[in-house]
């Protein structure tokens, strides 16, 4: 395997294999949760025609929630109505550095 970045003529360039790997792993995982969704779908159905609350396994355990409603704030009209409300209740977290990749 060649050096993972390397700089050429003053641009940083990722090697053509990292980037290959980093597409092929995307497409795996996009693959995987489409199959995982297809599965979790049809166990929905099976659990609501039931009435089955729980299963396990020996690798799992699924328990059904129910469809319900979910209230938030709108922290955007907030901010702009009441800034100085916002800036009242508002808390900053730190956040771990990280890369992001977007496959082409």
Do not use: C
Request: charged share 30%; hydrophobic share 40%.
């Amino acid at each position: 395997m060649n050096e993972l970045i390397t700089i050429q003529d003053g641009v940083w360039l990722l090697s053509p294999y990292a980037g290959e790997q980093i597409a092929a792993f995307e497409e795996q995982i996009k693959k995987a949760k489409a199959q995982e969704e297809l599965l979790k779908a049809e166990i929905l159905k099976v659990m609501e025609e039931h009435g089955i609350l729980k299963l396990e396994s020996d690798a799992v355990a699924i328990t059904y929630v129910a469809e319900t409603t979910k209230e938030s704030l709108d922290s955007k009209t907030l901010r702009k109505d009441f800034p100085e409300v916002y800036d009242a209740y508002a808390k900053v977290s730190p956040v771990k550095a990280y890369v992001k990749i977007k496959v082409k």
